[in-house]
């Protein structure tokens, strides 16, 4: 038994029509939004290399300062250590000539008495004489001392700068130490992101090539099927027309 | 980034599914007959078809969100 009318008939055949079309540009959209996926995710993970490669540049260069800081310090060091034997050094010698100088007053003393209770003009003479040979060598002496003060203080100038220079070495370096460390782990995190984003994108084109297929099988499965309905539609019109064309 | 375009894609294939499935639908009062039956047999075949197409869509959608949120992960 049948029962149909033309109007269905086409109502169905329009709605096979529309159906072909709306999917036959389906694939190349599919395509489409795929690239683009896949163009975003490169770019993603090539901004994430980039900044990796950035904050290991710069770990390079907080090393580089942190190597110079402890070569600074180093040398500082033993410049204060040279320094300061230098000025022991010279403390003893200071010591020496400070003992001569006042062993020279108590002998310059000493004859001064004996030149005063004197009354031989001969020994007098004699005692002049060698009063003031000690007091050349006291003079002789004095300038010694003065020079060597002298020295002591310029090694004490240069051994307080050298301090004050290793000291603010010594800060700088715990600063470059800590942002040398705060990089390192920054550094760790960005390689752990790029890992997993390039492991996940291994996951997302594996799945963009099965969502792709899937499309693909659904456009042709679907096409031939509706190709199948409406050619038989079609048939079915024209037999109808034929039928209605009859002059009875 | 993320998955709106193929969640776009898998809407257009569902809307036309049910676009179909409509028209036919509305031919219902005015035919009734065997031929109607295998006709809404192969059109339940297309919609069966589609399943596998938004399964896919979305596993697909769930790895591209996944992704997303590792990169967006402020580091």
């Known amino acids: 038994m049948v029962s149909v009318s033309h109007e269905a008939l086409n109502i169905v055949k329009s709605a096979l029509n529309d159906f072909k079309t709306d999917i036959s540009a389906l694939p190349q959209q599919s395509d489409s939004s795929a690239q683009k996926i896949k163009e975003e995710c490169s770019a993603s993970i090539g901004q994430t290399a980039g900044e990796l490669s950035v904050s290991e540049n710069r770990i390079v260069e907080l090393k580089t300062q942190e190597q110079f800081l402890e070569d600074k310090i180093r040398n500082g060091e033993q410049t204060i250590n040279r320094l300061k034997e230098s000025q022991a050094s010279l403390q003893e010698r200071l010591n020496r000539v400070d003992r001569q100088i006042s062993d020279l007053h108590s002998q310059i003393s000493s004859l001064d008495v004996q030149f005063r209770s004197e009354e031989n003009e001969e020994f007098k003479k004699m005692i002049a004489g060698q009063i003031s040979s000690a007091k050349e060598n006291l003079n002789c002496l004095n300038d010694q001392q003065y020079e060597m003060k002298k020295q002591s203080d310029e090694i004490t100038v240069k051994k307080n700068a050298t301090e004050k220079e290793v000291s603010s070495a010594k800060t700088d370096k715990l600063k470059v130490e800590e942002k040398l460390s705060k990089e390192e782990i920054r550094r760790d995190k960005l390689q752990r992101k790029l890992d997993r984003q390039k492991n996940e994108y291994k996951h997302v084109e594996s799945d963009l090539e099965a969502y792709l297929s899937a499309v693909k099988k659904f456009e042709s499965s679907s096409k031939n099927a509706a190709q199948q309905s409406s050619s038989a539609l079609n048939e079915c019109i024209s037999s109808i027309d034929s039928y209605l064309a009859v002059n009875l | ?75």
């Open chain 2, 1 to 75: 980034m993320n998955s709106a375009l193929i969640r776009k894609d898998v809407e257009s294939f569902q809307a036309s599914v049910k676009k179909l499935s409509d028209g036919v639908a509305k031919a219902s009062s005015l035919w009734n007959d065997p031929q109607f039956s295998a006709l809404s047999a192969a059109v339940g075949k297309i919609a069966g078809f589609s399943k596998d197409l938004i399964v896919n869509g979305d596993r697909c959608c769930a790895s591209i969100d996944r992704f997303a949120k590792i990169s967006e992960e402020r580091v």
